[in-house]
């Protein structure tokens, strides 16, 4: 019991699936959370069975050979209200697929499954960020954007079990076109995929060709970038990952003012794999949001703070769901 995630019945696992990758790990009831299996994710103009062969790996791997008690999928998708089915999912091949159901059966074990930001609400609510708190935010930034509203201490699910979906409200009227089919939608502006198609825009620039260390680190190809290089880079000072990062963190804090002036919350948490960047990321955003939201001056303004699991809230969450329903 090296790792605190035995259990009499085997060990629970939670998996998050997003746009680019698939993470699992043993979860602890305390959240403790084992060696991270990952895998790249096969896309989403593929076999809904290649997606499947992914997550199979992952949790194989994360078990390290241990019985299993129970899997909790975090789907980067619209998951229905009876947590049965992957409604649609912008970056994955889900179409209306009795998800849950398929992988028990390919598994022969319980499975509990959500959409990924309501798990990684689930995980800063119970042990993390907001434990604190009744009326919280959740954003997470990846590839896209997902989100959840937590309120009076209750995750707000909707009639559909869809709500939450904020990366796919338009911002910018006959915008960026987005995979969700629609235009202009805010995770163009602000994620993960939006952060590496600014400093690459950028990096076509005769004024940054060659001067950037992005430049360095991708050996002059712009095609080469990929966001944990900009990450690097920014760290590091460069000039270029540093306006990339301004330019998204700002686009962030101008979706949450919106969010928050419908919701009013006390508190807004910022998860997925961008949010490991934290300062670079947040200090834009709260400086947008202080600028962006209706009668700042005249009422409380939530803090912004980064999920306490950062990118691994939705394993934590999908583990908790599985425990909790399995």
Same mark, same amino acid.
């Given at each position: ?123 800063? /609510? ?5 434990? +604190? =708190?009744? !009326?919280?935010?959740? @954003?997470?930034? *990846?590839? #896209?954007?997902?989100? $959840? ?104 804090? /101008? ?5 928050? +002036? =419908?919701? !009013?919350?006390?508190? @807004?948490?910022? *998860?997925? #794999?961008?949010?490991? $960047? ?49």
């Amino acid at each position: 019991m090296a790792d605190g995630t035995d259990t009499p019945a085997g060990v629970y696992i939670g998996v998050d699936i997003g746009g680019t990758k698939v993470m699992a790990a043993t979860v602890s009831e305390e959240g403790e959370v084992g060696p991270i299996a990952r895998r790249t994710t096969p896309g989403r103009r593929v076999e809904v069975e290649l997606v499947e062969d992914a997550l199979t790996e992952a949790i194989e791997e994360a078990a390290a050979g241990r019985p299993i008690a129970a899997v909790g999928i975090a789907a980067a998708g619209f998951v229905d209200a009876d947590g049965e089915r992957v409604m649609f999912a912008p970056h994955l091949p889900w179409r209306d697929d009795p998800t849950r159901s398929r992988l028990e059966t390919r598994w022969g074990l319980p499975v509990a499954l959500d959409n990924d930001a309501n798990c990684a609400a689930r995980a800063e /609510i119970a042990l993390g960020a907001a434990r +604190a =708190a009744r !009326d919280v935010l959740m @954003v997470t930034m *990846g590839t #896209g954007i997902g989100g $959840a509203v937590v309120l009076g201490g209750t995750l707000l699910r909707g009639r559909n079990g869809m709500a939450g979906e904020f990366g796919h409200m338009q911002v910018v009227p006959d915008g960026r076109g987005c995979e969700c089919g629609g235009e202009g939608c805010w995770e163009q502006y602000s994620s993960g995929n939006a952060l590496v198609r600014y400093a690459r825009g950028r990096m076509w620039h005769e004024s940054y060709a060659g001067t950037t260390l992005l430049a360095e680190l991708t050996g002059g190809d712009p095609h080469a970038l990929t966001g944990p290089m900009v990450t690097a880079a920014a760290e590091r000072g460069d000039s270029l990952a540093l306006q990339a990062f301004e330019e998204v963190g700002e686009w962030l804090g /101008i979706g949450i003012a919106n969010l928050v +002036a =419908a919701f !009013d919350p006390e508190l @807004v948490v910022v *998860g997925g #794999g961008v949010s490991a $960047a934290d300062g670079l990321l947040l200090a834009p955003a709260r400086s947008a949001l202080e600028q962006s939201l209706v009668g700042a001056a005249h009422r409380i303004v939530p803090p912004v703070v980064r999920a306490h699991f950062g990118p691994e809230a939705g394993v934590v969450g999908a583990a908790a769901l599985a425990r909790a329903v399995c």
